[in-house]
């Protein structure tokens, strides 16, 4: 036997005996009756409502409703680009809710978001709402004693996790590569949905999860990201799309968990709901009061509201990768690629990771050959700004294709822009005579990055393979996290798709597309603030500083661009450039943009590191990963 196949004898009998030690079923009805059996779990309040407070969001959804017949549909929109008001409206709704409210999610932290997001809806169950939470196992959730509490703080509250590949709801850095080795597929597709849904009415999906820094509270690092609340007839499509998840097999009660069954049933003193513990309570309080404030929720989000006719949830079905030969598991995929064909004039389209799928690549290329062809603008993150510095390599490697083939004028957020900065300090300061100390939450002293840091990752715990790259430049950073695009000014759609093969191929994908020029305009306009030049670089080509040698050097880098592996050229085809002082924003491809743009480098603000070595050594040799990526 060679050694190779000896080396991998540890491995393949840890993978056995995971998928071997399964639950039976007189385990599960142990700890069922130990839950059941769990002290102050009846409800609070014996109204019919369920002590539910009055709402203007909820009021206006329900009234949409009622004024919808099955020809003319009216619903709300509400655009929520501001942080504050997206936490803010989810607290209200909570509160608001009088039958159920289904939760569904990637991420779910332990910080202050989510320990307050989650506290809200153990109140809402307490008091009688039925609650559902479904959130991705990987990266949600990894406390067992977390665990334990929610599955016995109430019979309304039922919370299950996605696609636990071993049937535990922690992942150690062994499980991680396990899963990867035994079941690739299954353990690559992960349920990238976000919806939070108040009685079957009235929704929120977008790009947040339930963590600090998608709502500008961490104080080192946060994303520009975005959220839509849509109200009425849509509401019932949400209600659908989150049905179809809970009941499928891949989401798991927390009492068929071998690791959380295992805790319930060796529990002798069953734990009560713990008050959460918050870095920052000022700031939590102040928010609470915002969400319950008419004036405050008038001014940042009633006032945002538009009713219109034509609103779709579209959600790609459960374990798409299951069949994905049938359309209609990427049914929002799909949804979404038809939009992008059918465009004219212009597309616009945010998105953090620029790596696109092969039939997104292919629709690009027809669009640019049209006559007139359509201008597509994109705002996406810079290495600076990027926590993905994988994926950025592969972006960083295809630059070319993008501009010439693609026709795209691309816009890297810089990783202290002007508009982030504005955004954070709109959602600390929102409605607050006296912000609270940043100092406060530095005092924790542990670090937060990117992902769930509770929990181990393949190279190991606190999240280090996601922190972003070192940089020249200090202070807090920023990085863009929201997912939208908008084309000829009609449509626009929100939601969850990276626009990349993983969103294409493997995760599961919602979110809303609105026809209404309207509500068309407003993500436009937010886009577009993103890619002015206060706020990003633009990647444009690279003028040859020597004669004749820099026009060889751009066609070796074009040779070594399209070549799979060992893509090894330094110098690329494109460069990032800034506005020279004076000026105004051009397109990369207007005759005056040498004259009032300088060139900055391929990876601006970035210091030399071994983040800065990964990424040009991904670009030579990582392209045929992805859809892992």
């Known amino acids: 036997m060679s050694f190779r196949r000896l080396s991998l004898l540890p491995v393949l009998l840890i993978i056995v005996l995971l998928q071997g030690c399964t639950l039976s079923r007189a385990q599960i009805r142990e700890a069922g009756d130990i839950v059941a059996a769990s002290p102050n779990r009846a409800d609070t309040c014996q109204q019919a409502d369920h002590c539910a407070k009055p709402s203007p969001l909820l009021a206006a959804a329900q009234q949409a409703l009622a004024d919808s017949t099955p020809d003319h549909p009216v619903n709300t929109v509400t655009l929520l680009d501001d942080s504050e008001a997206a936490l803010a409206a989810r607290i ?27 506290n809200e809806l153990v109140q809402a169950a307490r008091r009688g709402v039925k609650v559902h939470i479904l959130a991705d196992q990987l990266f949600s959730f990894g406390d067992l004693a977390l665990l334990d509490r929610l599955a016995r703080v109430s019979p309304n509250l039922e919370v299950k996790l996605y696609n636990p590949t071993f049937h535990d709801a922690q992942t150690p850095p062994l499980q991680f590569a396990a899963g990867v080795l035994c079941c690739f597929m299954k353990f690559n597709q992960r349920m990238h949905n976000k919806l939070m849904l108040v009685d079957d009415v009235i929704g929120i999906t977008g790009g947040r999860n339930y963590q600090n820094r998608y709502f500008n509270w961490d104080p080192d690092f946060d994303y520009l990201d975005r959220d839509v609340m849509a109200g009425g007839p849509v509401g019932k499509e949400m209600a659908d799309s989150f049905a179809l998840f809970w009941n499928h097999k891949r989401s798991v009660p927390l009492i068929r968990l071998r690791d959380v069954n295992r805790r319930i049933r060796s529990d002798s003193a069953p734990p009560g709901w713990l008050a959460p513990t918050y870095t920052d309570p000022a700031r939590v309080a102040r928010l609470l009061s915002d969400a319950e404030d008419p004036d405050w929720l008038a001014a940042w989000i009633g006032d945002d509201t538009l009713r219109v006719s034509q609103v779709n949830y579209f959600s790609d079905l459960p374990a798409k990768t299951d069949e994905p030969h049938k359309r209609d598991a990427r049914d929002f995929t799909v949804q979404l690629m ?178 209404d020029p309207r509500f068309a305009s407003q993500v436009r306009d937010s886009i577009l603030e993103d890619t002015l030049p206060q706020n990003a670089w633009t990647i444009g080509k690279r003028e040859p500083s020597i004669p004749v040698l820099g026009d060889i050097s751009l066609a070796i880098g074009d040779v070594s661009a399209r070549l799979p592996l060992f893509d090894l050229w330094p110098f690329r085809y494109a460069t990032s450039y800034e506005i020279k002082p004076g000026c105004g924003p051009l397109a990369p491809d207007n005759p005056k943009f040498q004259q009032c743009y300088t060139p900055v480098g391929d990876f601006p603000d970035v210091a030399i590191s071994p983040k800065l070595i990964y990424t040009r050594l991904i670009t030579a040799f990582g392209a045929g990963v992805k859809g892992i990526l």
């Open 92 to 118: 209200n709704l909570i509160h608001a809710a009088q039958h159920s409210i289904d939760v569904q999610t990637y991420i779910w932290d332990e910080d202050d978001v989510g320990q307050l997001v989650l």
């Open 338 to 515: 038809r939009m992008v064909a059918d465009a004219k004039h212009e597309v616009v389209l945010q998105t953090p990771y620029l790596v696109m799928s092969r039939r997104a690549q292919d629709i690009f290329k027809k669009l640019h050959k049209q006559n007139p062809s359509p201008d597509i603008i994109v705002s996406t993150n810079s290495l600076a700004a990027t926590d993905a510095f994988a994926v950025y390599a592969l972006s960083y490697k295809h630059r070319r294709r993008y501009l010439t083939e693609y026709g795209f004028q691309i816009h890297e957020l810089k990783p202290h822009a002007d508009s982030a900065e504005e955004a954070f300090e709109e959602a600390r300061d929102a409605g607050d005579d006296n912000p609270a100390d940043t100092s406060i939450a530095q005092a924790d002293k542990r670090r937060r990055f990117p992902g769930n840091e509770r929990r181990p990752g393949m190279f190991g715990s606190g999240g280090r393979r996601n922190r972003p790259a070192p940089l020249h430049s200090s202070g807090r950073r920023y990085s863009l996290h929201a997912k939208s695009m908008v084309v000829d000014d009609s449509f626009a759609m929100v939601g969850s798709h990276n626009f990349d093969p993983r969103s294409d191929h493997y995760n599961t994908e919602a979110g809303v597309i609105v026809q």
